[in-house]
């Protein structure tokens, strides 16, 4: 009897172990995918005090129905990006920080399945980043984010679904170019690997362990080159992977702000699609699967149908909308909070020309806060304006985008000089005349924009000089003397207020301007302030009550008549008639 009984037990157990390999003929997947959604969870900006054409609320109404029609089996993913850019996101980050995050609670109220971490969620820093790892419901991915104490990923690798028996595989990279944006202290205990050589290390172990059915690659990076490495790190590697490395059936990818369909072949000769669903839930990126078992290969064929779906045409959900009504309310009552005046109105647009009270007023408050000898600053909006009158906590948004820290660093005249050098080479075009262009503007059926980065055009403080258009870039800045009537000498050191961004090599002007090393750019970091640049500004304001800021043209750009027409002529192209 009893060897009944295990012959039973064996042949029960073969029997569920070929019942467990049994293989669905046909499965239909739809994965949705958010990228770069930097806050945009209701359709409001409160920052504008307006409705917004695009937010989570409308993406949860598209995918609620997906997921109720029953025709496909629909796998929900965000690729970060998701905890900067909206005071919703500020306010949960450094306001109400003993609460539950929104965040999670909104991701969670959705049923994302998984989501990777994006540069601008490890910005706000351990505190937060450490915390929503614990409230999301699902893994939050990084596999190359890899601990310092035992070289393990310091975030979830990867996850592994199961849809009608249909293994998929999704795993999560970021982008490696954190350590040149933001200070060691925000990312410390950990450091982030090439994406190319990461992603071939974790499908290896993911084909071994797994055998997966479908393998997605969700990705925060954009497409890019090898030949745009910078510091010998490729910031955006998700086409490069796409090809270099085997295994991938699609990969979401984003952090450029791009909406992009492309199809590469990989090393096996097969066709990978990656899509980029751009930013602030403007598009989301949709790809259907359909999967079909051939038993003679024990394989699944595979076509994948990849679309963008545009987010202002959805209705948002009413179920989101009520369920989230409260929290925005409380964050539109700290945003309404009254902090000072201003005098006059002053509008980011006069910045991307020459000296501007916008940027004058961020370079005050940058020397003031630092008692800098010189201070370097960018416009971080295109086309933002804050009216005279009442200033409000959601005016500073307009003001300063960005949680950046604000650093005062050692830095040589000369390298001073050579970093406005840098600057002005990708913001003024070498004119001959005053009919060539001045600003990079590229245009199309569309319309124009810039076509070079507006927030890295730095300008200086503390000092006067001139910007001459006529000479070849390098050779453009000529410095005169420091705003005190002193001397400014090539081979003295100043102390010089930037922003922790610029600060840590982003944008290049440091280390291809001013020729510093990462290395050396740690060295010559004086301080630091341990809350962000926005907190002191409104501190800043509430301290003076009434603001009257000027624009003190400290430095000007000639040939004058050249340049007075240039701006007319772009400042239409980019503005229109008003």
């Known amino acids: 009897m009893k060897r009944i009984c295990i012959y039973l037990g064996l042949v029960l157990a073969v029997f569920m172990s070929s019942c467990g390999n049994e293989k669905a003929e046909h499965v239909r997947l739809k994965i949705l995918g958010t990228s770069?959604?930097?806050?945009?969870?209701?359709?409001?900006?409160?920052?504008?005090?307006?409705?917004?054409?695009?937010?989570?609320?409308?993406?949860?109404?598209?995918?609620?129905?997906?997921?109720?029609?029953?025709?496909?089996?629909?796998?929900?993913?965000?690729?970060?990006?998701?905890?900067?850019?909206?005071?919703?996101?500020?306010?949960?980050?450094?306001?109400?920080?003993?609460?539950?995050?929104?965040?999670?609670?909104?991701?969670?109220?959705?049923?994302?399945?998984?989501?990777?971490?994006?540069?601008?969620?490890?910005?706000?820093?351990?505190?937060?980043?450490?915390?929503?790892?614990?409230?999301?419901d699902f893994p939050w991915m990084a596999a190359n984010a890899v601990r310092n104490s035992d070289g393990e990923p310091y975030f979830t690798p990867y996850i592994i679904l199961n849809k009608k028996g249909v293994k998929i595989a999704v795993l999560g990279l970021i982008t490696p170019a954190i350590p040149q944006w933001l200070p060691e202290k925000i990312w410390s205990e950990m450091h982030f690997e090439p994406m190319i050589e990461s992603a071939k290390k974790w499908?290896?172990?993911?084909?071994?362990?797994?055998?997966?059915?479908?393998?997605?690659?969700?990705?925060?990076?954009?497409?890019?080159?090898?030949?745009?490495?910078?510091?010998?790190?490729v910031e955006?590697?998700?086409?490069?992977?796409?090809?270099?490395?085997?295994?991938?059936?699609?990969?979401?990818?984003?952090?450029?702000?791009?909406?992009?369909?492309?199809?590469?072949?990989?090393p096996d000769h097969q066709k990978v699609v990656v899509i980029d669903p751009q930013s602030r839930a403007r598009y989301l990126a949709q790809v259907d699967v359909d999967l079909e078992w051939n038993k003679e290969s024990e394989k699944y064929n595979k076509t994948l149908t990849p679309k963008l779906i545009e987010v202002e045409n959805l209705s948002s959900s009413k179920e989101y909308i009520d369920r989230f009504q409260a929290q925005f309310n409380e964050v539109e009552e700290y945003v309404s909070r009254p902090v000072g005046m201003f005098k006059h109105s002053i509008s980011t647009r006069d910045a991307m020309f020459g000296d501007s009270p916008f940027i004058d007023l961020v370079q005050q408050v940058q020397m003031d806060l630092t008692s800098a000898d010189i201070s370097l600053a960018a416009p971080l909006s295109f086309n933002a304006s804050i009216d005279s009158g009442e200033l409000q906590i959601r005016d500073l948004f307009k003001l300063y985008r960005f949680e950046n820290l604000l650093y005062t660093m050692n830095l040589t005249g000369k390298e001073v000089k050579d970093f406005l050098e840098?600057?002005?080479?990708?913001?003024?075009?070498?004119?001959?005349?005053?009919?060539?262009?001045?600003?990079?503007?590229?245009?199309?059926?569309?319309?124009?924009?810039?076509?070079?980065?507006?927030?890295?055009?730095?300008?200086?403080?503390?000092?006067?000089?001139?910007?001459?258009?006529?000479?070849?870039?390098?050779?453009?800045?000529?410095?005169?003397?420091?705003s005190n009537g002193e001397a400014f000498d090539e081979a003295k050191t100043y102390r010089v207020a930037l922003n922790s961004y610029r600060g840590n090599g982003g944008g290049g002007h440091l280390t291809e301007g001013a020729g510093l090393s990462h290395e050396e750019l740690t060295s010559r970091l004086v301080n630091s302030t341990i809350k962000d640049l926005r907190y002191y500004l409104m501190k800043w304001i509430e301290e003076k009550g009434i603001v009257d800021i000027h624009c003190n043209q400290n430095w000007k750009v000639v040939p004058e008549d050249w340049h007075n027409e240039a701006v007319k002529r772009d400042y239409k192209l980019l503005y229109g008639d008003e």
């Open 36 to 136: 770069d959604v930097h806050g945009a969870l209701y359709q409001y900006d409160l920052v504008e005090d307006k409705e917004i054409s695009s937010s989570l609320a409308q993406v949860y109404s598209y995918v609620d129905q997906e997921r109720k029609n029953g025709d496909s089996e629909v796998i929900l993913l965000d690729n970060g990006d998701i905890l900067q850019g909206d005071p919703l996101v500020y306010y949960s980050n450094f306001e109400k920080t003993e609460a539950e995050h929104l965040c999670a609670e909104v991701m969670n109220f959705m049923k994302y399945d998984a989501g990777t971490v994006g540069n601008h969620d490890i910005e706000p820093g351990h505190a937060v980043y450490d915390k929503l790892v614990k409230e999301f």
């Open 203 to 233: 499908i290896e172990i993911i084909q071994e362990k797994e055998q997966p059915d479908f393998v997605i690659g969700l990705f925060h990076a954009g497409a890019g080159e090898e030949s745009k490495a910078c510091a010998g790190v």
């Open 236 to 266: 955006n590697a998700s086409v490069l992977v796409a090809k270099h490395v085997a295994g991938f059936d699609m990969v979401i990818c984003g952090h450029d702000h791009q909406e992009n369909i492309i199809w590469v072949e990989n």
């Open 422 to 482: 840098y600057s002005y080479k990708s913001w003024f075009q070498q004119m001959k005349n005053a009919s060539d262009p001045m600003l990079f503007i590229t245009s199309n059926e569309k319309g124009s924009r810039l076509s070079t980065m507006f927030f890295n055009y730095d300008s200086a403080e503390g000092i006067e000089y001139v910007v001459d258009l006529s000479k070849p870039a390098g050779h453009r800045v000529k410095i005169l003397h420091m």
